[in-house]
């Protein structure tokens, strides 16, 4: 078999691959300038396009918004700039879709969450970010990935909680807080940061898929993440999205009252066995 | 910048509902009552501590697992049971002090734990129940996500114990590899960085800056203000548009997030171009 590693990758190759052949143009791109102001006077080189590529196109025939974060810019942090270029056009997707022209949007996340050289207004960002993709995905669905190698933290992992559909790759991480500022806050003894087979069995792309909280779970190979995105766009919305079913989540954290040791693959039994179905909006 | 306390919530709620106990069903750290505000019944919602909860890392005012799945179930309670009525305001008292951070809160999901809170709080806005978050505390990262930003209209305590922020200084100092104090010296000059509320206020995303005296221990006078404030918060809401966009169109933020504004206008200029032919 022929692959090509969708990991290895930038920003905007990945965004690229998931169009059409030459169905696609990039929105604000590099050229325009438009980086974060709030950098350059921390001694922080800003980047042109703020480490968010925006690119509009056709994937399957069908009209979609594609965000790229760069996770090799400040970790793929969301920024006064990178953040409202995400809002804006999931905004500007969703008010195409109220006129009747349907238009989804596929989110790459390789992020750790709000930027905390731009703190507050990264925070806001990200405030701003889930509202509009909760907008959004009332119309049309909207897909994450996370593919690595930096992961999804922070503000980044609500919104691959709050999409429509998630695509995982194996080596993916998906948490609210990283495995550093787990150990940084709360003590080595509740989590070891440098213990990588412990990490990726928490945090990582097959374990969160076998807890059913992806959707998709892939090899890095650009063809296959590229078929996840596709296939899931084609099956439309979801009956219920998964961060509505509050009391079906609730009933499995319950169930988990009675797990003595915390071991990853004893809690994806148990998490597994409390599923009670899916609940109705 | 001031240390959690975690007393200020309990406070406020009491003053403002009359009530201290949890909902049955719920931990004791989420604490929820219909009172009447304005001449109507609202709901409010707080986080407390709760010191001998079921996970350690979730006992000191953060938002942890139980926590986003109570506030999400007790809002969408509200949604449900006004689904054909008048929408009660929903006031989120905040004083959290962030999410929780815990290996056992990772390996159940707790980023989902915390969307379902966002998603709760947010399909109770845009249901045009009008959503207002009255910061009396710590107001930080993933917990003030989860508990209050995803609100109709943000109002704080104009107070020093009152603190928004992505992360706390201790935290942020360590990940950004740096000392608190050159945290410090840098949020006096860079308004987003800061910690003290009167500069998060001249980001333009407040609604409004409340002055109380004695917030911990407000007097009948002081919490019949606040009251008043948040009636007419509610008021402003209802007439409002129901999505966010007040924190980017408000003068302050015109002026404070002007890259922003500049962004949505350029994106939204290359938007309609066509795609194909190239």
């Known amino acids: 078999m022929d692959r090509r590693s969708f990991v290895q990758l930038d920003a905007r190759a990945r965004a690229m691959a998931l169009f059409d052949e030459g169905c696609c143009r990039e929105l604000l791109g590099p050229s325009c300038g438009m980086g974060s102001p709030w950098l350059a006077r921390q001694g922080i080189t800003p980047q042109a396009d703020d480490g968010c590529v925006v690119m509009k196109g056709r994937i399957a025939a069908q009209t979609a918004v594609v965000m790229a974060l760069d996770g090799s810019f400040l970790g793929g942090s969301v920024g006064e700039v990178s953040g409202m270029k995400m809002t804006a056009a999931l905004d500007l997707a969703c008010a195409d879709n109220q006129r009747g022209i349907p238009t989804s949007a596929v989110l790459l996340?390789?992020?750790?969450?709000?930027?905390?050289?731009?703190?507050?207004?990264?925070?806001?960002?990200?405030?701003?970010?889930?509202?509009?993709?909760?907008?959004?995905?009332?119309?049309?669905?909207?897909?994450?990935?996370?593919?690595?190698?930096?992961?999804?933290?922070?503000g980044m992992s609500l919104a691959a909680a709050l999409s429509s559909y998630l695509v995982l790759t194996r080596q993916a991480r998906l948490g609210l807080s990283g495995p550093r500022v787990i150990?940084?806050?709360?003590?080595?003894?509740?989590?070891?940061?440098?213990?990588?087979?412990?990490?990726?069995?928490?945090?990582?792309?097959?374990?969160?898929?076998?807890?059913?909280?992806?959707?998709?779970?892939?090899?890095?190979?650009?063809?296959?993440?590229?078929?996840?995105?596709?296939?899931?766009?084609?099956?439309?919305?979801?009956?219920?999205?998964?961060?509505s079913q509050v009391t079906a989540y609730r009933g499995r954290l319950a169930a988990l009252d009675g797990l003595r040791l915390w071991e990853p693959a004893a809690l994806r039994v148990l998490w597994n066995e409390a599923a009670g179905g899916e609940e109705s909006a | 910048?001031?240390?959690?306390?975690?007393?200020?919530?309990?406070?406020?709620?009491?003053?403002?509902?009359?009530?201290?106990?949890?909902?049955?069903?719920?931990?004791?750290?989420?604490?929820?009552?219909?009172?009447?505000?304005?001449?109507?019944?609202?709901?409010?919602?707080?986080?407390?501590?709760?010191?001998?909860?079921?996970?350690?890392?979730?006992?000191?005012?953060?938002?942890?697992?139980?926590?986003?799945?109570?506030?999400?179930?007790?809002?969408?309670?509200?949604?449900?049971?006004?689904?054909?009525?008048?929408?009660?305001?929903?006031?989120?008292?905040?004083?959290?002090?962030?999410?929780?951070?815990?290996?056992?809160?990772?390996?159940?999901?707790?980023?989902?734990?915390?969307?379902?809170?966002?998603?709760?709080?947010?399909?109770?806005?845009?249901?045009?129940?009008?959503?207002?978050?009255?910061?009396?505390?710590?107001?930080?990262?993933?917990?003030?996500?989860?508990?209050?930003?995803?609100?109709?209209?943000?109002?704080?305590?104009?107070?020093?114990?009152?603190?928004?922020?992505?992360?706390?200084?201790?935290?942020?100092?360590?990940?950004?590899?740096?000392?608190?104090e050159s945290l410090e010296r840098a949020s006096r000059s860079i308004a987003p960085l800061s910690y003290d509320i009167g500069e998060y206020a001249k980001l333009g995303l407040l609604h409004r800056l409340l002055q109380v005296e004695e917030p911990e221990n407000p007097s009948a006078a002081a919490v019949q203000g606040v009251k008043e404030e948040l009636a007419a918060a509610v008021r402003e809401a209802r007439q409002g548009p129901l999505d966010l966009s007040d924190r980017w169109l408000s003068p302050q933020a015109r002026q404070s997030r002007s890259a922003a504004l500049m962004v949505r206008a350029a994106l939204a200029a290359q938007w309609a171009e066509p795609e194909s032919g190239r």
Request: aromatic share 4%.
């Open chain 1, 183 to 243: 150990e940084q806050e709360s003590g080595v003894e509740e989590l070891d940061a440098s213990d990588r087979s412990l990490i990726q069995a928490i945090f990582g792309g097959e374990q969160r898929h076998a807890m059913g909280l992806a959707d998709a779970l892939v090899e890095d190979d650009t063809e296959q993440v590229a078929g996840a995105v596709r296939r899931l766009l084609a099956s439309g919305l979801p009956r219920v999205h998964r961060s």
């Open chain 1, 109 to 154: 996340l390789e992020s750790g969450g709000a930027r905390l050289s731009e703190a507050n207004l990264g925070m806001e960002a990200v405030a701003e970010i889930l509202a509009s993709m909760l907008a959004l995905r009332r119309h049309a669905p909207v897909i994450s990935v996370v593919a690595g190698p930096t992961g999804c933290f922070g």
């Open chain 2, 1 to 180: 910048m001031s240390e959690y306390a975690g007393t200020r919530g309990p406070v406020w709620f009491r003053a403002l509902t009359g009530h201290a106990a949890p909902l049955r069903g719920d931990p004791a750290s989420v604490l929820t009552a219909d009172a009447p505000l304005g001449g109507e019944k609202a709901r409010f919602l707080c986080v407390v501590r709760d010191p001998q909860g079921r996970y350690p890392c979730a006992r000191d005012g953060q938002v942890g697992l139980e926590e986003a799945y109570a506030l999400a179930a007790r809002v969408r309670e509200a949604v449900a049971e006004d689904r054909d009525g008048i929408k009660r305001p929903i006031v989120a008292i905040v004083d959290v002090k962030s999410q929780a951070y815990g290996r056992r809160e990772e390996m159940a999901a707790i980023h989902l734990a915390a969307a379902c809170a966002v998603d709760a709080y947010d399909e109770a806005r845009v249901s045009a129940h009008p959503v207002i978050a009255l910061v009396v505390g710590h107001a930080l990262s993933g917990g003030f996500v989860s508990h209050g930003l995803l609100a109709n209209r943000v109002l704080a305590l104009d107070d020093a114990g009152v603190m928004i922020h992505a992360m706390h200084p201790q935290a942020a100092a360590r990940i950004m590899h740096t000392s608190v």
